[in-house]
């Protein structure tokens, strides 16, 4: 495999800031700071709505911050780029393509030849194991297989950065765990930078260098955890459920906040 | 083999159908005893049919009318489609187009026929015209109401994987996510383009199943009215099947 260079990411006290239809400016994202090392997998967890979603698309350059700025290897983030591959919940896969044809996707705004393209989506469906079904329609596949075709699809046009916004939160418990693996296996073997959004504890421990904590609504950093333990780590160990009860901790409390601001939006609604 | 069956249920309802009314006729044919020139008994336009196929006329109005849709179909398509792409992907520019739309949209086509005849005359250019504005607007509306339904997840997809420029997105994107709602528009477009040209060719033509039917009348004869009018239902409701057909091939994304 041609070892592309990964790179790092730094987010300067970025913050996103919406304008609801009425015109009320919501707070999404509070001043948002984080240095991403290069070829690190950083997973960031969360309450629904806590903004890590939108942290993510500013990343992937699919919405300007409404101040401060993301760089990626000292280049500011402007839009959205090849080099910054991402993996959706929803797979988004082309359903005009067959498999193979969603694998090409990328190669061909790259400008490789016909040849060279079969050559590169067979390699990296045959990284998920996928090669037989090339030639299958998207419809014909499961979930599980879905986003092994998108996972195929965005490490083909190797990207330096490759972000993940809840990619198996779709999925049966079991797929989800064969898949979590599947995917450590592949970040191993090409070292890309890998942001990766969740709100699974025990995945985001599973696969994380680093783990991001982010408080309920409007969002920002409550606190960032390392996993120091060896691949592939065992969810039954002392350690492993260390860290899972103390980010369980942190998270309860940004839960009960995000319970409790719920419960008077609805209480003014009635009021209302 | 469950093809076949699948084709037999669709084609056996149209059959009984058909006998329905063929019995149906000859009944009131019998009772009422209208004259025939203004309700022929069944046997008299089946002859005329034989007899205008042997001649070569039936065909001869048929091509001509389809020849007419066709043209107009196509023309008003390559105008619609990328015009429709363009409003459903810039909202500014459909804030701008749309109005224009508003305002001719419910005009009918048939209202055109007198200005038409007035502009181009009784020859192909104002049939032409008026099949277009019958054409145009279904794929129009299609198109629009397609590029809107795309998933924005899609889009996103798209620009990570390169399609940086929006050309690029149209063209790699927009237009194959849109092109079953596309086909939809198609197919409704070459129905109401169908409708209108026999109502051109009824006004003011010399040529046409529209001017069979309405030579007919002139000169009293039903029988020739009614093969003019079975033709036009035949042939719609091959064209019909035949588009199904073809948005089964592109029904992406609709399940």
New interface residues.
Partial sequence: MSATQSKPISIRSITKTYQTQSGEPVEALKPTALEIGAGEFVVVVGPSGCGKSTLLNML???GEPSSGEARVSDVRIT????D???V?Q?Y?????RDVIGNVE??L???GIPKRGRREIALKYLHMVGLQDFANKEV?ELSGGMKQRVAIA??FA?EPSIIFMDEPFGALDALTRRFLQRELLHIWQEHKKTIVFVTHSVPEAIYLGDRIVVMTARPGRIKTIINVDLPHPRDATSDTFRDIERAIYAQLDAELAKSFALEGREIAVAAAD | MSSLLKTLSRVVPLLVAIAVIVIVWQLIVVIFKPHPSLLPSVVLPAQEFWHLLASGELLDHTSVSLARVFSAWLLAGSIAIPLGLAMGWSRRFENIVDPFVELFRPISPLAWIPLAILWFGIGETGKVFVVFVATFFPTLISTVAGVKRIDPVLIHAGQVLGCTSDAMLLRKVVFPAALPAIVVGLRISFGTGWAAIIAAELVAARSGLGYLIANGMEILRADKVVVGMAMIGILGVCFDAFFRFLSRRFAWGTT
């Fill in positions: 992937a350059g699919f839009g959205p780029d090849i910054r591959g991402m959706f929803s988004a896969l082309f359903p005009w996707f990328g061909e705004q790259k419809d699809r965005a046009t």
